[in-house]
C-alpha cells in the first residue's frame, strides 16, 4: 500500500490513545483494500480537545474518531449530530463535510446491533423483552439500539438505582429501572441480556446473575472483551443459550467511519477478527 500526497488522512482522538485498536481496525482495511489513505492515533489533553477538533478542516483529515476524554466534548463542538448521538449525549466518529463543517455521529448504537444480528442471526427484536444491565455511555447506546430495533420492553438494573431510573425517564416507557438486587428475577421471559457494565472484564469482579429463568433460545451479550469469555458468557454457553462477545461491537462499529472517510464500505470478516485477537493475546 502506497501513500501519496492524495492520501485520504483520518485517525483516533484520546488521551492516553496507545491503548486504542482502532489504528489496527481501520490499517486493516486500508491495505486489504489497497486504499491511498491513512489512518493515525494522536493523544489529544483533555484540555485541547475542542481546539483539535475545529483544526481537522485547516488540516486536510477527512475525520477522526474520538475516545475518552473527548466524546462530550466533541458532542457539544460538531456542527450537527445524528440521532444516535443525540439521544447518547456523545459523539465518537466525526467527519469533516465538503464546506469544512463537522458531523459527529455515535457509531457504537450501530455498531452493537450489527454485531448482535450477525452473531445472534435468530434473535428477534420484536419477539421479547430485553434485560440491560448498567447506566454508562454503553447503556445509552445498547437502550438506543434495541429501542430502534423494535424491542418491546426493556428492564434496566444498575448497581445505583437512581441512575438507572434516570435513564429509564430519558428513554421513555418501553424502559424500566428496577432494583439491582432483583436482577436475576427481571429475566423472566426475556430473550436478550446486555451486559454493558466492566463487571467480568480482567481486573474486575466477576458479574453475579443467575439466568435459569432466561428461556430457552434467549441471548446474552457482553460488551467485556478482555477476556472474550466471560464468566457470564461461559454460564450462558453451559445453559445452551446464545452467547455474543463484546470484540464485534467494536469491530462493527468501526464500519461507518471507515465508510465516510474512505469511500468503501469495509467487511467485518475472520480475518479482522483474526488480527484483533492476535494482538489482545497476552
Not at 3 to 26: D, E, F, N, Q, Y
Not at 115 to 139: D, F, I, K, M, N
Request: with cysteine; charged share 20%.
Amino acid at each position: 500500500m502506497t501513500v501519496t500526497g492524495k492520501a485520504r488522512i483520518a485517525g483516533v482522538m484520546g488521551w492516553p490513545i496507545a491503548h486504542s485498536r482502532s489504528p489496527l481496525i481501520h490499517g486493516h482495511w486500508l491495505e486489504r483494500y489497497a486504499i491511498d489513505g491513512a489512518y493515525v492515533p494522536f493523544g489529544v489533553r483533555p484540555e485541547d480537545g475542542a481546539a483539535a477538533l475545529r483544526a481537522l478542516p485547516k488540516l486536510g483529515f477527512a475525520g477522526t474518531n474520538v475516545t475518552l476524554p473527548h466524546k462530550v466534548t466533541a458532542f457539544e463542538t460538531v456542527d450537527v449530530r445524528d440521532a444516535a448521538a443525540t439521544a447518547i449525549g456523545a459523539v465518537n466518529t466525526v467527519v469533516v463535510q465538503p464546506d469544512g463543517s463537522l458531523a459527529g455521529s455515535n457509531t457504537d448504537a450501530p455498531g452493537l446491533l450489527a454485531h448482535l444480528q450477525a452473531a445472534a442471526p435468530t434473535w428477534r427484536a420484536g419477539a421479547e423483552p430485553a434485560a440491560v444491565l448498567g447506566a454508562g455511555g454503553s447503556t445509552r447506546a445498547a437502550l438506543f439500539a434495541l429501542l430502534e430495533a423494535g424491542v418491546p420492553e426493556i428492564r434496566l438494573a444498575n448497581r445505583t438505582r437512581e441512575k438507572a431510573e434516570a435513564l429509564a425517564a430519558a428513554f421513555g416507557p418501553k424502559v424500566t429501572a428496577v432494583d439491582w438486587a432483583e436482577r436475576s428475577e427481571m429475566l423472566a421471559g426475556c430473550g436478550l441480556l446486555a451486559n454493558t457494565t466492566s463487571l467480568g472484564m480482567a481486573g474486575q469482579p466477576p458479574l453475579d446473575i443467575a439466568l435459569e429463568d432466561m428461556p430457552e433460545g434467549a441471548v446474552v451479550y457482553d460488551i467485556v472483551y478482555v477476556p472474550l469469555e466471560t464468566p457470564l458468557l461461559a454460564a450462558a454457553r453451559a445453559r445452551g443459550l446464545g452467547v455474543v462477545d463484546g470484540l464485534g461491537m467494536l469491530l462493527h462499529q468501526a464500519v461507518p467511519g471507515f465508510a465516510a472517510w474512505f469511500g468503501r464500505t469495509p467487511e467485518v470478516d475472520a480475518d479482522l477478527r483474526a488480527v484483533v485477537l492476535k494482538d489482545l493475546a497476552p
